[in-house]
């Protein structure tokens, strides 16, 4: 039930009682009024009926003839308690009346000259007031009968309850007029209050009314603006928090009791390959054993720290820990890099061991050879030419990993100038012209007139077209050899073409990486280390550029050395 309804119930219920109480009091004053005001009239009456009756000889008649001129009962009774004569009867009923001797107002009048009552008549029947006055040894009464009284009490009731019904209707519109001056101001608030929890922190009471309801409005004003400060600094708080969150390389997972995901960051999401909306089931999250335990462990109130796993192509550890009150974070560590990495180190450090042992072994072989006193002039000579090959190959991979490991670890920082691409290209090639000539191999240079120049360090330059001409030759048995240059929009491309055996697809995308050979064999008989190219790569990402393969086995390989302009 709504408050004015209340309100309007409650003035309703105080009106009528009120209004009870006022016609009971007022027509209880009224009847007691109306009868002290009938006996006294009676009783004047009565003074007169006894001055008339005085000696009179024939009562009864006196009696009706003065009824007739009051208009009222007239009784007279004998000092002995006889009815002489009374109005309402003739001789023969007189006869019959009781002695009146007991009655009230006949005793009262004895004694005290006059006397009044309210009683049911004993011969009349009907009830009636009496008023009595002493005449001489006897009494004279008048009397009236009450539903006289009675008629004129219901009129002045039905006149009373009138004024009281208007005045209920007037006080009803009053209070219904009064209900809603304080309601109105009270819905208000409602709403306002109802705005600002649905979200409409700018919503404010407009009212400012008198008294304790103004003093209501102005104390939810402030709570209202101490709500929207806290609330936008609790947003602002999320909002970093999430930002940070989001900024981490690691996934972070954050769940209730329920085991739904409240928090996950995109760390989280990219590791575990979940795009469902917050909140979502923890169902939602991989089946992976490891995962699932460390959360059962966590929901159990145990912590976990570094329990490692594969999660797709990705190794992650993950760490967690309970709530207070429930629930559990999850933090998922990507370690997959440091993998790779030790990976590559192992690999590097077994590709190294394998590239020093093979000419080590020749070098220890033949020096073992040497020391044999029968072996000829001819055979030492042969044996010494293989030792030095093995042994300037040994040379070369360790100039190529001293300039790798330099390169890598920032050792070295490349001073572009102004390079004339022509010149170095011509330099270049002259250098491998006796190889090319004895293989049948022409070198040729094609420089695009608007390509003529790059800035670039003079030696890293050199270094990567010497190692792609170098590459180049060893992998091409006839055809050319091609130094070329192109002009993009804002770019500049070196680039080393060939027509040798080409490359195979599936290798283009690792020939760049350290000692990878498509053809190992031949690769370190024609004296290749496996680290040239990755060098190129190196030197190349070091100006800021990039270099690319481009091959068609049985046609060709094409090396492309992209600079910024």
């Known amino acids: 039930m709504r408050l004015s309804q209340r309100l309007l119930g409650g003035f309703l219920l105080i009106i009528l009682v009120l209004v009870a109480l006022v016609v009971t009091s007022v027509e209880r004053r009224v009847r007691e009024r109306l009868l002290q005001q009938a006996a006294a009239g009676l009783l004047r009456e009565a003074r007169l009926v006894a001055m008339t009756t005085t000696d009179a000889t024939n009562p009864d008649s006196i009696a009706d003839i003065l009824a007739a001129t009051l208009g009222h009962r007239v009784t007279l009774v004998a000092g002995d308690g006889r009815v002489l004569g009374d109005s309402e009867f003739d001789d023969a009923a007189l006869a019959q009346m009781e002695n009146h001797r007991t009655r009230p107002e006949v005793v009262s009048a004895g004694l005290n000259d006059t006397g009044t009552a309210v009683r049911r008549s004993a011969s009349a029947g009907d009830v009636e007031v009496y008023a009595a006055v002493r005449d001489g040894d006897g009494v004279a009464r008048v009397s009236l009968a009450f539903a006289t009284q009675s008629l004129v009490e219901a009129q002045l009731r039905r006149d009373i309850f009138s004024a009281a019904a208007l005045a209920a209707v007037a006080a009803l519109v009053l209070a219904l007029l009064f209900s809603r001056s304080v309601t109105r101001p009270i819905l208000e608030l409602r709403d306002d209050a109802r705005a600002i929890a649905g979200g409409d922190l700018r919503r404010r009471p407009s009212l400012s009314a008198p008294g304790e309801v103004g003093e209501l409005a102005s104390a939810f004003h402030r709570l209202a603006e101490q709500l929207t400060a806290r609330v936008e600094a609790l947003e602002a708080d999320d909002a970093l928090l999430r930002a940070v969150s989001d900024a981490l390389n690691e996934g972070v997972v954050a769940l209730d009791s329920r085991q739904q995901v409240q928090q996950i960051n995109e760390g989280a999401r990219r590791l575990l390959q979940v795009r469902d909306a917050l909140p979502f089931s923890a169902d939602q999250l991989p089946r992976d054993r490891a995962l699932r335990e460390a959360l059962a462990d966590a929901m159990a109130g145990r912590s976990?720290?570094?329990?490692?796993?594969?999660?797709?192509?990705?190794?992650?550890?993950?760490?967690?820990?309970?709530?207070?009150?429930?629930?559990?974070?999850?933090?998922?560590?990507?370690?997959?890099?440091?993998?790779?990495?030790?990976?590559?180190?192992?690999?590097?450090?077994?590709?190294?061991?394998?590239?020093?042992?093979?000419?080590?072994?020749?070098?220890?072989?033949?020096?073992?050879?040497?020391q044999d006193e029968s072996v000829s002039t001819d055979q030492r000579r042969q044996f010494l030419r293989t030792i030095l090959n093995n042994t300037q190959r040994m040379h070369?991979?360790?100039?190529?990993?001293?300039?790798?490991?330099?390169?890598?670890?920032?050792?070295?920082?490349?001073?572009?100038?102004?390079?004339?691409?022509?010149?170095?290209?011509?330099?270049?090639?002259?250098?491998?012209?006796?190889?090319?000539?004895?293989?049948?191999?022409?070198?040729?240079?094609?420089?695009?007139?608007?390509?003529?120049?790059?800035?670039?360090?003079?030696?890293?330059?050199?270094?990567?077209?010497?190692?792609?001409?170098?590459?180049?030759?060893?992998?091409?048995?006839?055809?050319?050899?091609?130094?070329?240059?192109?002009?993009?929009?804002?770019?500049?491309?070196?680039?080393?073409?060939?027509?040798?055996?080409?490359?195979?697809a599936e290798h283009l995308p690792r020939v760049f990486e350290r000692f990878y050979r498509v053809d190992a064999s031949r690769s370190r008989a024609e004296g290749g280390t496996g680290l040239g190219l990755a060098i190129v790569k190196h030197l190349v990402e070091a100006h800021g550029g990039a270099v690319t393969a481009e091959s068609v086995v049985g046609t060709g390989t094409t090396f492309r050395v992209t600079l910024p302009a």
């Open 304 to 370: 976990v720290d570094g329990v490692e796993t594969r999660l797709g192509e990705r190794v992650v550890t993950i760490t967690a820990r309970p709530l207070t009150g429930g629930g559990a974070v999850l933090a998922l560590f990507d370690i997959t890099p440091i993998r790779r990495l030790e990976t590559v180190r192992r690999d590097f450090v077994a590709n190294v061991s394998h590239e020093l042992k093979t000419p080590l072994t020749v070098v220890s072989g033949f020096a073992e050879t040497l």
């Open 396 to 504: 070369r991979l360790v100039d190529d990993l001293l300039d790798l490991s330099r390169i890598e670890s920032g050792g070295w920082r490349p001073a572009p100038t102004l390079i004339d691409l022509g010149a170095v290209a011509s330099e270049t090639l002259s250098s491998f012209s006796e190889v090319a000539g004895q293989k049948g191999i022409e070198l040729k240079v094609e420089i695009d007139p608007e390509a003529t120049t790059a800035r670039m360090d003079p030696t890293a330059i050199r270094q990567v077209l010497t190692n792609l001409v170098h590459n180049a030759i060893r992998h091409t048995a006839r055809g050319a050899v091609t130094i070329f240059t192109e002009k993009s929009a804002d770019q500049v491309t070196v680039g080393v073409r060939d027509t040798g055996s080409g490359i195979a």
